[in-house]
């Protein structure tokens, strides 16, 4: 028997305490969604930038610690775009599905993704210490920084994505054995730190590069 529980100190409320302005992040994450075609059916159109409220909705100064285990501020990556997936290393499918696709469309950018840096912030701090995240991230992309800290720390970045976390424990497993429920999306952050845009799982590498490419040339002066 398997049991949800909020062991991780994640914001659970996030939601209901944003009643409105999650709406609107919601219907913006579904038209993207329902726009997003296969690989078969060519480039994504023109994607606008999202309402001017979404900006405040999504991200946020953050301070953390890289897969080399050096101190880490969003203040680091200051000019760059920033494409940001949440997960967790002993995650069975969605994470490392979002990270190659990641990855894949990093490939597909070419020297036009040179300005993103792709990064993955776990929502399992207790068991992803720096030499597990970067033995981890480095099956997927040279470039892909892997990012930890305490559970406050993660927690606070957690918040000011709106990233959902829950254990899952399952009956009669070992301590320390468990699942976790997480949101699944990625996130494009502009120059500034700026929320930009954002891909559902299930995304295709196609297309996430080319709203990546059409979003970096119509931020560029």
Do not use: W
């Not at 944003?18 to 609107?24: E, K, L, S």
């Not at 994450?29 to 329902?34: F, P, T």
């Not at 690989?39 to 301070?63: C, I, Q, R, T, W």
């Not at 480095?138 to 470039?143: D, E, K, V």
């Amino acid at each position: 028997m398997a049991v949800e529980t909020n062991l991780f100190l994640g914001p659970l409320s996030i939601y209901r305490n944003a009643v409105g302005r999650t709406v609107i992040a919601l219907a913006f994450l579904a038209a993207v969604a329902m726009s997003a075609p296969s690989e078969a059916h060519g480039p994504a159109p023109d994607v606008p930038p999202p309402p001017p409220n979404m900006a405040a909705l999504f991200g946020g100064p953050f301070s953390l610690i890289d897969h080399d285990g050096s101190p880490r501020t969003d203040r680091d990556y200051s000019g760059r775009f920033l494409l940001i997936s949440f997960g967790y290393t002993h995650c069975p499918d969605i994470c490392p599905l979002d990270l190659s696709t990641m990855a894949a469309a990093l490939e597909l950018l070419g020297p036009t993704g040179e300005p993103v840096q792709p990064i993955f912030i776990t929502i399992d701090p207790a068991r992803d210490k720096p030499a597990v995240l970067k033995e981890y991230v480095l099956n997927f992309h040279p470039r892909l920084i892997g990012l930890s800290g305490s559970e406050r720390q993660i927690s606070r970045v957690a918040k000011a994505y709106r990233v959902h976390r829950s254990k899952i424990i399952v009956e009669d497993a070992p301590p320390g054995n468990y699942l976790a429920n997480h949101s699944s999306l990625t996130y494009l952050m502009g120059r500034n730190g700026d929320f930009v845009t954002m891909f559902p799982h299930g995304t295709a590498p196609r297309f996430m590069a080319d709203a990546i490419r059409r979003h970096i040339l119509r931020l560029t002066p």
